[in-house]
């Protein structure tokens, strides 16, 4: 079979998925054209993998036209045919699959139907639901107001074919509020956003948000707008997104979006309240507000059910990861193992044990359980972790701790190594860790001559303070003033 497409396409599907195709391509209503039930279901028995070696055109071929000659050009040139066609009609099941989830679309699409025939009385009744049938998983993104931009848009259409200009007016002026709220929630959200692409080392090209927010108030508008109106939680919020991205050295804004967040979190559905505080995170870490106080960010999340997009989802390996390493570093041991014991099993399971054992290992380092904390170590398939410079820095200072001189210097010239061939790894990334493994490689030697001399100290905690990895940093410093004292 040599239809790569087709086949990347169906690998991708669910076993449900897969199923629901086949009475998909079933249908007459779906499939107009040629008969592609045969074809499918010749094929159908190769999922998941297609792999098997009597997947083939000729065999395929035999398996529709059994009592038919293999000729290899006209054969070929109909298997091709009729993959095409599955590969067309699989695409438009994916389409099918999507607008399955969109209430709000189909409502839109069932309302502006029902307004083009005329069928005002089934319109109105239809209308009359729509905040009672939805799903509020979306609410208070982007999409939710442009969600509605559509639904008061097609009133607003619907009032102007009756003569009903009362109506038409409102609704014209809901929708033009609607879509501005999302534009300017979009315009405020992008400050946030040239973070991930500073992060990145990416460079922001000129851009209309840019340009909005420069010819725009973005400190007063809202002085005009009561209270009372349903847009001003959300654009509040968003203001304060984008005045404590905007002036990171003043954390007032930082703090009045806490509290805003708390206040307000039942005007957003859970993917955005995630989104929201997982902004507050970013803002936490990339200004050095400190553990402790990430910390406090994390546990109201787990608290509030708000740590994950959707509670059908897994727990983002990342999220649990800095929890992992905030918690065990302020010192919350006992907080950290319920939390491990409790909330592993939702990783992926591709990541599960790893991410566990990882877990335990942090853990029994921050209690100075060294020689258990290589033990986990020593368990990660590290060919498959996510986190491999982690399990190098822990372990660089496990073998730090426990004395074990010569691995620790094998492992700082690996770990050097690696940064330098390593295209995962940030700029940022390589420049911090790359001296935090230089720095114990000194703080090694040091300890190996048993003389610690007042200049190679100072010279080592100078090193340490130009780490912009505050975590990386402070283990250091805490390294050279055992030193002194010793």
Known sequence: MTDSKLINMLKALSEDEFKQLEKFIDSPFHNKGRDLLPFFKSIKSFYPAFDHKNFSNEFIFGKLFPAKKYETV???????????????????FLIHLELEDQTSKKKYFLLNQL?????????????????????????????????????????????L????????????????????????????????????????????????????????????????????????????????????NLNKDKTEHYYNLKELLKKNSSYFGQPENYVLWNTMLTYCGVNKLGRREAFELQKYMLENGIYKPLHSENFHIVLFRNIVLDSSYIGEYQWLERF??????????????????????YLSFSRSDFGKALE??????????????????????IYYELGYHEEGLSLVSATLNYLSNSKEVSSIGKEAIGAFAKCVRDLIRIKSNGIAK?????????????????????WLSEKVRQMKKM
């Open 74 to 92: 006209r054969s070929e040139n109909l298997i091709r045919t009729l993959s095409s066609h599955l590969f067309r009609i699989s695409k438009d």
């Open 115 to 159: 307004r083009k025939r005329k069928l005002y009385k089934e319109f109105d009744k239809e209308y009359s639901t729509i905040n009672g049938s939805f799903d509020d998983t979306g609410k208070g993104s982007v999409g939710y107001f442009i969600d509605r931009f559509f639904l008061t848009a097609v009133k607003r259409d619907c009032s």
């Open 161 to 244: 074919n009756r003569d009903d200009f009362d109506n038409a007016f409102e609704y014209s002026l809901q929708t033009g509020e609607n879509i501005a709220a999302a534009a300017l929630i979009s315009a405020f959200k992008f400050e946030d956003e040239k973070n991930l692409a500073a992060a990145y080392g990416i460079q922001v090209r000129d851009n209309l948000l840019e340009v909005i927010l420069k010819n725009f108030d973005a400190i007063n508008f809202l002085s005009d707008l009561k209270t009372g109106h349903e847009h001003y939680p959300y654009l509040q919020i968003f203001q304060e997104i984008y005045l404590m």
């Open 340 to 361: 491990i014991e409790k909330y592993s099993a939702e990783l992926h399971e591709h990541h599960r044990e790893n991410m566990k054992i990882f877990s335990m290992a």
């Open 376 to 397: 986990y170590i020593l368990q990660i398939k590290y060919n498959l972790f996510l986190f491999k410079l982690d399990v190098k820095i822990l372990q660089l200072k």
């Open 454 to 474: 007042d200049d190679d100290l100072y010279k080592l905690k100078i090193s340490a303070e130009k780490i912009s990895f505050i975590g990386l940093a402070e």
